[in-house]
């Protein structure tokens, strides 16, 4: 088994509702389990557009190799109704792997770590929760400029 961060996001139709499923979804992966999830919370979108968005940090175990991992969360956006019509369109659901155990991969379809996770407050808060150790207070005062408000 490896741990593994994912990172939830969502700012189209009942996004907490979407957010919410998606993390017990995603623990119901072949062989992935659910270790531990965050609060939701609520940001303004980040280099993106649309309406506010909900977003959350789960850590699962998993046998799933990253690849795999990947195809199955990129499979449960499609299944909740994920377009890409552009670069950062609003979307349904947003499903990103932060942390796939010590693993450093530089593929043309998956980088881990997550190549953005450190600037990104709607990582890194919800992530400090759940998991101070990976999150020092420099890289939160980092994004401190970036509204984040827990919501559930």
Known sequence: ??????????NLGEAQATVLQAIQDVGALATS???????????????????EFVNAVAMYDTE??????????????????????YLN???TLDLDIIFYGDIAL???RLTLPHP????????????????PDKVSPALLSSVANQSVSRIG
């Open 116 to 131: 953005r996770w450190q600037k990104r407050a709607f990582v890194l808060v919800p992530l400090a929760e759940i998991s």
């Open 64 to 85: 799933l190799p990253p690849l795999a991992l990947l195809d199955a969360l990129q499979n449960l956006e499609k299944t909740a109704g994920r377009e890409r019509p």
């Open 1 to 10: 088994m490896v741990q593994v961060c994912v990172a939830f996001g969502a």
């Open 33 to 51: 389990q659910l270790v531990k999830a965050s609060s939701l919370y609520a940001s303004a979108p980040h280099e993106a557009t649309g309406p």
């Open 106 to 108: 530089d593929s043309s």
């Open 89 to 91: 369109a609003p979307r």
